[in-house]
């Protein structure tokens, strides 16, 4: 099975798509078997990471912003790639240290996150954009 999430972003942010993977699971009668997620972007990511504490991915924005800021900082001039503006070489910059794809176990039709995880799609980008991920279910029953 493989179907196609939009999610609208209006710039960086972490957008929790647990509950619409969990939904898309439950649609499709999933058992057990491995979720594969893949982001179909190339300056955004897919994380798994702590869903109780929105400091956490105010912290992660934070630092990614500190290792990758926008062109238009002094210490960021060198950077060539400005096509759709100062924040688009960063943004690649950030998603080639964080995940594109997840793989997720799933047991008796639910994904064995941990208690306090979540999944969730890092946009890296300012400007608002409508972003893919690929899902597919594959099971093992």
């Known amino acids: ?5 939009t ?3 209006h710039g960086p942010a972490c957008h929790d798509v647990t509950g619409r993977v969990s939904d898309w699971l439950r649609e499709i009668g999933a058992r057990d ?3 594969t997620l893949m982001i179909r972007h190339t300056s955004c990511s897919l994380l798994i990471t702590e869903n109780a504490d929105p400091d956490v991915q105010r912290d992660l924005l934070e630092w990614l912003d500190r290792i990758a800021p926008p062109a238009d900082y002094p210490a960021m001039s060198w950077l060539r790639h400005r096509d759709e503006g100062p924040d688009d070489m960063p943004a690649h910059l950030k998603a080639a240290v964080l995940p594109v794809s997840l793989q997720i176990p799933v047991s008796g039709g639910r994904m064995m996150l941990g208690t306090w995880q979540g999944i969730h799609l890092v946009e890296h980008r300012r400007a608002p954009h409508s972003r893919q991920i690929a899902a597919a279910f594959h099971s093992l029953g």
């Open 33 to 35: 078997g491995i979720v």
């Open 1 to 5: 099975m493989i179907r196609n999430l």
């Open 7 to 9: 999610v609208e972003t």
